[in-house]
């Protein structure tokens, strides 16, 4: 069974959507107990860090996500909460992932938020298994994670970023691969066969 | 870098999709479900559905298809049509669409791109103006279609809007669209200049020339079009290989 926490962070349809396109069983929950039972986790999020921050302090988990050992999954927002901090409203987050996450500065041909489709490379392990270095995939944000030891997947938006992270048991992407067409499936199918 | 986005618009009626000359005239033009997802499988970057229901009934249809859209295509979906508060921004966020447009109602009220940014986020938030070229030159926000000439002028409005949140901006030419002889790409560089969120150009394509100049030295960040794919002229798939030759950056 899939856990998707719900901690009140934007809608959770799609990924509920891509889940269920794979034949996925899941729940959607804010349990600790559930959250912890689940076979794998998945941390969604779209909106504030700050705020997704506060709404995981009022549920009570923190703790409880830092303890997990199964596959955890974060997408988006759900990936920098992960982080140690971030620039957004000054945020100490969850410290999972040895990034900081950081505003994208405006600048001539630089567009924020960084919306659209961009490639990902430096692909590294089987999140990535049977996609191409090079390959598309489906941003939409304003803050991204800084290059770190955790890196495990690159793209250049301006400078370079971390288009996805790993820490043990523990993954993140900054991109949407609930929103990333056959790519995307791939690499929740990959996170789902770990 | 990013990719310059193609992206097929499909005007919504009771669930089927409709496309006319200058928004008149309807056809229709098949399932808006089964369309959307033949679009993204020959690739289309993003979809934009467009409600044009008239009535409360047709309204209700609309939010029953967003769900079924959700439910089966993995590609990002804007919709818009008829979107005045926070409470029908709400009711599209939970059927699943990824962002939402708005036009004439940012109008009437600005706070509403504030209000909807401020709640669910700047990337939520797409608002599009219909302008036209006054006989004075200057580009004024138009609404009802194209019917109504409003006091906003173009540039001014579109920096407002981004100010107050928006993530984008989809600007269409109601001297342009539906004529299929490409689109004022001045007006779009100049657009360009202004803000710093993305662009995009809608109305007037009728050849992938034309959406290659928009993308190019009309600086936009995605084209959307209509007729020149609903009517089966060019694939999407087809378009974006004749844009990569022509050395755009392109999804493939």
């Not at chain 2, 499909?10 to 479900?33: E, H, M, S, Y």
């Not at chain 2, 809007?161 to 004022?184: C, K, V, W």
Request: net charge negative.
């Amino acid at each position: 069974m899939i856990a998707i926490i719900d901690y009140r962070m934007g809608n959770l349809r799609s990924v509920k959507n891509a889940l269920q396109r794979l034949g996925t069983e899941y729940i959607v929950t804010s349990s600790p107990s559930e959250i912890m039972k689940a076979d794998k986790v998945l941390l969604p999020g779209v909106g504030n860090a700050e705020m997704a921050m506060e709404n995981l302090r009022n549920a009570g988990l923190c703790d409880v996500i830092r303890e997990l050992r199964q596959p955890v999954l974060g997408i988006c927002v759900g990936l920098q909460v992960m982080c140690r901090h971030s620039q957004e409203g000054d945020t100490e987050c969850l410290g999972i992932f040895d990034s900081k996450v950081m505003r994208f500065t405006p600048s001539d041909g630089l567009k924020v938020p960084h919306m659209g489709w961009n490639r990902i490379s430096n692909l590294e392990g089987k999140l990535f298994k049977g996609i191409p270095s090079g390959e598309y995939v489906y941003y939409v944000h304003s803050y991204y994670p800084q290059l770190c030891c955790d890196t495990i997947a690159t793209t250049t938006y301006g400078g370079m970023f971390s288009a996805a992270l790993k820490y043990e048991n523990f993954y993140g992407t900054q991109f949407h691969p609930e929103k990333s067409g056959d790519t995307g499936e791939l690499i929740i199918k990959n996170f789902l066969e770990l | 870098m990013v990719a310059k986005r193609i992206i097929p618009c499909l005007d919504v009626k009771d669930g089927r999709t409709v496309k006319g000359i200058n928004f008149k005239g309807l056809q229709d033009v098949g399932d808006a479900v089964e369309l959307g997802e033949l679009y993204a499988r020959s690739g289309a970057d993003e979809l934009v559905y467009l409600d044009i229901s008239a009535t409360r009934e047709g309204r209700g249809t609309f939010t029953k298809l967003v769900e079924r859209i959700s439910d089966r295509i993995n590609i990002p979906f804007t919709v818009g049509g008829g979107i005045s508060s926070l409470d029908d921004a709400a009711r599209l966020l939970d059927a699943g669409a990824d962002k939402i447009s708005v036009n004439s109602s940012a109008i009437a009220r600005p706070a509403l791109i504030d209000e909807i940014a401020g709640k669910y986020g700047s990337q939520f938030i797409v608002v599009a103006i219909d302008a036209k070229r006054s006989q004075d030159g200057i580009w004024y926000a138009t609404t009802h279609g194209g019917s109504r000439m409003t006091q906003k002028e173009l540039f001014s409005w579109a920096v407002e809007a981004q100010e107050r949140g928006a993530g984008e901006i989809l600007f269409t030419s109601m001297d342009h669209d539906g004529t299929r002889n490409g689109y004022p790409c001045g007006t779009f560089a100049e657009l360009a200049g202004k803000v710093s969120i993305p662009i995009i150009a809608s109305g007037g394509a009728g050849s992938p020339r034309d959406i290659a100049d928009v993308l190019t030295r009309g600086k936009a960040d995605a084209a959307l079009a209509a007729s020149i794919f609903h009517y089966g002229e060019i694939t999407i798939g087809e378009l974006k290989r004749q844009l990569h030759e022509m050395n755009i950056n392109v999804r493939l």
